[in-house]
């Protein structure tokens, strides 16, 4: 079976600190993984993939994340947090048939 | 704007009405996916279409839910006699696939539509 279990459900940073968003995932199949997110009232937006080439995935915004096949883990990392990235983030596993397979999210506040 | 549109945005019944909504992918995509994201949570695969055909349902998707993508191109789906449960978002994405091929292609979503059931 496959799953993603985001390990927080909320983060709250300072602006301008470093964030960081946990994610562990379960597959039985060389995963390709996604962060996707989604501000208040707007559709969800991909962040950055991982799709079995370089294990660190540069994304959009000064987002990048780290695939750990050894601790099934794609975390995402920020070295500053801007008060634009207040928002809901997912961590979302393709599924063998392209489907996506969604974390519960996280919520990521920066504090001024 | 991904390119992706859902009609209508919000959507406000009654229990035991029938509704329907209507997704646009882009234009060239042969994959179109339904999703459900209720309050707090993430977004649930629902069903999905390559070109016309509806090629995987989740068990989600009791008999009251229908969908359809005639002729390969706009999706609706229908949910008979709802319930106050069905409340929830209701997403649309599509992207570009090919059997067998990578399945990493990204998805793009639509706004969503917004269904309470009263």
């Known amino acids: 079976a496959q799953s993603v279990t985001q390990l927080d459900s909320h983060v709250s940073v300072s602006e301008g600190t470093p964030v960081l968003l946990r994610c562990n995932y379960s597959s039985s199949y060389s995963p390709s993984l996604f962060w996707y997110v989604q501000h208040p009232n707007k559709g969800l937006q991909l962040l950055l993939k991982y799709t079995s080439a370089a294990t660190l995935v540069k994304g959009i915004n000064g987002f990048e994340a780290e695939f750990k096949k050894s601790e099934t883990s794609f975390h995402l990392t920020k070295p500053s947090a801007h008060m634009s990235d207040a928002a809901e983030y997912f961590c979302?596993?393709?599924?063998?048939?392209?489907?996506?397979?969604f974390g519960q999210g996280t919520t990521l506040q920066v504090k001024p | 704007d991904t390119g992706v549109s859902q009609d209508p945005r919000h959507k406000i019944t009654k229990r035991g009405q029938n509704v329907t909504f209507r997704c646009d992918p882009i234009s060239e995509h042969n994959r179109l996916y339904w999703y459900r994201q209720t309050l707090g949570q993430g977004p649930e695969f629902l069903t999905y279409f390559q070109n016309e055909a509806q090629l995987e349902k989740s068990r989600l998707l009791s008999d009251r839910f229908s969908a359809e993508r005639p002729k390969g191109s706009f999706s609706t789906l229908e949910i008979q006699r709802t319930e106050q449960g069905d409340s929830a978002m209701y997403l649309c994405?599509?992207?570009?696939?090919?059997?067998?091929?990578?399945?990493?292609?990204?998805?793009?979503f639509g706004p969503g539509t917004r269904l309470t059931v009263l």
């Open positions: 994405a599509s992207s570009l696939g090919t059997s067998g091929g990578p399945k990493e292609r990204e998805q793009f």
């Open positions: 979302v596993l393709s599924g063998n048939t392209g489907k996506l397979i």
